[in-house]
């Protein structure tokens, strides 16, 4: 409770002073186009029987799981406030959806499978304001809302582990980007990488992670 309380205190304060400058509320809307990121996993093969094997050797999983070059379009919506004018803070809370595909050989065959994940997003970004243009920069939580089953199905004849277990509730990350004020409206194109993965699967063979990268582009109306 104590750190809590020392959170909200040092996120009050700044905020309040800035507040002194300017305020406004809006919501806002837009798309996500995201394309997957993998960290390092095992090497796959197959061992006399046929029937998948990994050796852990720190390489990437490059020769029967590969990032595809196609990017998948989410939607996110939800508040923004911004305390200051010139300089500002600017939380939010968004809800998203993003989505991103991977490529694996099955039976000697390339599959396409879509990985999709919903989460509630918490940025908190300091901007710069110049005019109508701003620049804006800053840490963001995201807390795993759901998300589908594309990657468990895919990983499941070469890992023990289990996706379930692996999706982090709460992965953070960072957003950078500009935006343009016209009036009561506001656009604003933003990219967003992550500091820890999305997703882990461990066994006793090795592990996997999985992150995304995203840009996004929303569109603000100021209520106050």
Not at 10 to 19: G, I, K, N, Q, R
Not at 48 to 63: A, E, I, K, L, M
Not at 163 to 177: E, F, I, T, V
Request: proline share 3%.
């Amino acid at each position: 409770m104590k750190k809590i309380l020392l959170f909200v205190t040092l996120t009050a304060l700044p905020m309040l002073t800035f507040a002194q400058g300017g305020f406004q509320f809006g919501i806002k809307g837009g798309v996500n186009l995201s394309k997957l990121t993998f960290g390092n996993f095992v090497k796959t093969g197959t061992n006399p029987n046929g029937s998948p094997t990994v050796d852990v050797d720190g390489q990437t999983f490059r020769n029967s799981l590969s990032e595809s070059y196609d990017s998948r379009t989410g939607t996110s919506f939800g508040v923004y406030a911004r305390f200051g004018r010139n300089l500002f803070i600017q939380p939010e809370i968004l809800y998203s959806t993003r989505a991103g595909s991977l490529d694996i050989i099955r039976n000697g065959q390339k599959e396409s499978t879509t990985v999709k994940t919903t989460s509630f997003d918490v940025p908190l970004l300091l901007g710069i304001k110049g005019g109508p243009i701003r620049v804006m920069a800053g840490p963001v939580v995201s807390f795993s809302v759901d998300n589908n089953q594309g990657l468990g199905n895919a990983l499941n004849q070469y890992t023990s582990g289990t996706l379930n277990d692996a999706w982090s509730k709460a992965y953070y990350g960072y957003q950078l980007g500009g935006g343009l004020d016209i009036g009561s409206f506001g656009l604003d194109v933003r990219y967003q990488g992550n500091i820890s993965e999305i997703a882990q699967i461990s066994d006793n063979t090795g592990k996997f992670s999985q992150g995304m990268k995203t840009w996004q582009v929303t569109l603000a109306f100021k209520i106050l």
